[in-house]
């Protein structure tokens, strides 16, 4: 196969990758009503119990913008409530309410799970290979330095309705 037959075949492969979270994405909100960055949002909490928007951030790898425009949205559906810190009432935390505690209950595994499960059983110099050549794709596209969570999912939380 010459250098030039190449590129069809690795856009083919990126095309696949997109297409896999956006049919996670689907079946999230099928399932659930909730977006993926949601789902995340609301585990970190239900995990880390009254929590701030800084620590949230911090634990979903999103901007602390994007996490108050989630949060702004779970709140608005019920599922969490922000309440001031006991301690320090400038402080305000999320907190996750019975009706965030069963959603999130009836949320499917996330496809990024499955991909954590398979990348850790690789040896050390394919998860190395993997990572550089993913590194040096986003630089291809201009992505290196977009924001982005470890998570799988196409649908922009800024967009979310």
Not at 11 to 33: F, N, P, Y
Not at 149 to 154: F, N, V
Request: hydrophobic share 40%.
């Amino acid at each position: 196969m010459s250098d030039s037959q190449y590129w069809p075949e690795v856009l083919v492969e990126l095309r696949r990758i997109i297409r896999a979270t956006d049919l996670q994405s689907k079946r999230m909100i099928k399932a659930c009503g909730l977006t993926i960055p949601q789902v995340m949002v609301l585990r970190s909490i239900d995990t880390l119990g009254d929590v701030t928007v800084r620590r949230l951030s911090n634990e979903v790898s999103l901007s602390a913008a994007t996490v108050t425009t989630i949060l702004n949205r779970l709140q608005d559906r019920g599922f969490i409530e922000r309440v001031r810190s006991q301690t320090d009432k400038r402080i305000v935390n999320a907190r996750l309410t019975p009706s965030g505690t069963e959603v999130l209950a009836s949320a499917p595994p996330l496809l990024h799970e499955k991909f954590i499960d398979r990348f850790e059983n690789l040896k050390e110099w394919e998860k190395t290979q993997i990572l550089s050549s993913l590194q040096r794709v986003a630089f291809m596209m201009d992505a290196e330095n977009l924001d982005a969570a470890p998570l799988l999912d196409i649908q922009s939380p800024n967009l979310e309705k």
